[in-house]
């Protein structure tokens, strides 16, 4: 009962003053600088104010700064952000506040299509990855070789096998689930001559993408078998020599798609389910041509956007 | 002979107030490699000093507008019915001559589902955008807008949307780019072409004697002048 009142007043307090959209986010400076991207996109049409947390807070203490905000719109950031979000509508169903969940890992799996909240993945779609890697160097591409673990992006898995099928690239997925570490070198190694694919999608994982893995899997694949890898980190695009083209998300990206959320949530009266978690369409992509010219690859083309490496390159 | 005729022709519009070196703005929901279309506008005698801008979001163009208006603009047709700042003054045709053209709703199904979602390019501002929709799309419902030209196909292809709305230039861009099945499921209601606009208040004349050939990248060549 008191809990109530206690919610009532604060409701009751900013009456009339609410904004129509809190970003509730913990203090670091890439949410910080996309809480901006998101203000200032909204600034003709919405107030929008922030919340700051600490990334390890409680659940009531969540639900607190949602109650206090009175917005229309939740924007969380960073996962405990949005798994607390996710338990606030399990909670309140009849609420009519609408969630929206960034900057948080595979939200694809994490947050089925629904009414309440729907999100903007942080991971690159492979379609957009492949597909990017396919005009900046006009290689034709048939088959395509996804590295995966089923319990962490069964979904962003699938739907790039669905997408790129269209595009008549044929994605073999290998998930690693239970694979043990030991064993996953003569796992990848076996599927690369069987398959013989044109490249090799990596997805962010740690049990895929770790020292280990790097220094004695992707290293030898890259350089010695010189099979193209694609992937998600800009850094292995680059100075480390890995990935022979990187697409990772850009934050303008992300903020237009929050934005145009908040837009279709409150202007045209969306539900969550009308968006679920979209993928982002504004991506940092990187080549490295000294991995292309190893591979022989000469047809590289200069795209807008595409940035191509061409420094040095650890044991290069 | 050309050259002598270039000359006076360049000479005679200077006199009628165009003056060297003039800003000229683009934004053009038409998919296109901004190089290559700076190159054919410079190449345009009556453009060969203007400083170029070519922007791929409509919101890049008005930021870059509100400082300081570029002297000529070239827009879509619906600018000019959502704003005030520009004003329409020759209107491009296509190859062909049409003045007007009609967006095709494409997907990669035969048959839209009820109440399909369609995504559509934000070529006015996306407070406006569902009633531009319903001008050029009157049997439309639910839209996502996109930014950039370029990006609107990856809204089908990355299960965003159910359809897409696209000019016929897209579509033959969209096609040269994508191995993927696509169907046309009907054709939205008529749309001017772009036009070349000038700044409210601009006393620039001439323009409809830009060559037919500037707008090649875009597909499109000089009409008639306002």
Known sequence: MKKTLVM?????????????????????????????????????????????????ISYEEFQEKIVKSGARVVVAMDNQAIRHLKHYFE????????????????????????????????????????????????????????IYRSSVSRILAEEAQVQLSREKIDLKLVDIEDVSDDALNATIERELK????DAIWLMNDNKIIN???????????????????????????????????????????????????????????????????????????????YLLDSMGVTSLKQIEGVEVYSGKIQGG | MKMLRDLLLVTSLSH????????????????????????ALNSDPLLAKADVMIFQKLEDFQLASSTK????????????????????????????????????????????PPDFSVGVIEEVSRKNLKLWLKEVCSRCGKQKG??????????????????????????????????????????????????VYVAKGSSIKGLENLKASTFAPLGLKVGVGK
Not at chain 1, 46 to 52: D, M, P, Q, S, V
Not at chain 1, 245 to 256: D, F, H, K, R, V
Not at chain 2, 75 to 97: C, F, H, I, M, T
């Open chain 1, 194 to 197: 069987k398959i013989k694919p």
């Open chain 1, 211 to 289: 020292s280990r893995t790097l220094s004695t899997l992707w290293l030898n694949v890259a350089r010695q078998q010189k099979v193209p890898i694609i992937c998600g980190i800009q850094k292995l695009a680059k100075e480390l020599g890995i990935c022979v083209y990187s697409e990772t998300p850009a934050l303008q990206g992300i903020a237009e798609k929050i934005s145009s959320i908040i837009f279709g949530y409150i202007a045209d009266e969306h539900d969550a389910d009308f968006y679920g978690v979209e993928y982002i369409q504004d991506t940092e992509k990187t080549t490295n041509k």
């Open chain 1, 91 to 146: 909670l309140n169903p009849q609420s009519k506040l609408r969630g929206i969940a960034a900057m948080g890992v595979n939200l694809k799996d994490l947050i089925p299509k629904n009414k309440y909240i729907a999100g903007v993945a942080y991971e690159v779609a492979g379609y957009l990855a492949v597909k990017g890697f396919k005009a900046t160097t006009d290689t034709k591409m048939k088959s395509l070789l996804g």
């Open chain 2, 69 to 112: 208006p570029f002297e000529i603009a070239i827009l879509p047709a619906s600018y000019g019915r959502y704003n005030a700042d520009y004003v329409e003054k020759v209107q491009l045709l296509s190859a062909s001559g049409e003045k007007s053209f009609k967006h095709l709703i494409v997907s990669f199904k035969k048959d839209a």
């Open chain 2, 16 to 39: 009628a107030g165009m003056a060297q070196g003039q800003s000229v703005g683009v934004f053009i929901p038409w998919i296109h490699e901004s190089k290559e279309l700076t190159k």
């Open chain 2, 146 to 195: 996109v930014k950039k030209a370029k990006d609107l196909y990856n809204m089908l292809a990355l299960g965003s949307v159910d359809a897409v709305l696209v000019s016929p230039f897209n579509f033959e861009v969209i096609k040269r780019e994508s191995a993927a099945e696509l169907y046309v499921l009907f054709s939205g209601d008529p749309e001017n072409l772009p036009s």
């Open chain 1, 8 to 56: 009532l007043v604060l409701l009751l307090s900013n009456f009339g003053q609410a904004a129509d959209v809190v970003v509730i986010r913990p203090d670091v400076e890439d949410f910080r600088k996309l809480n901006e991207m998101v203000a200032q996109s909204l600034s003709n049409d919405y107030t929008l104010e922030t919340a700051l947390i600490a990334k390890s």
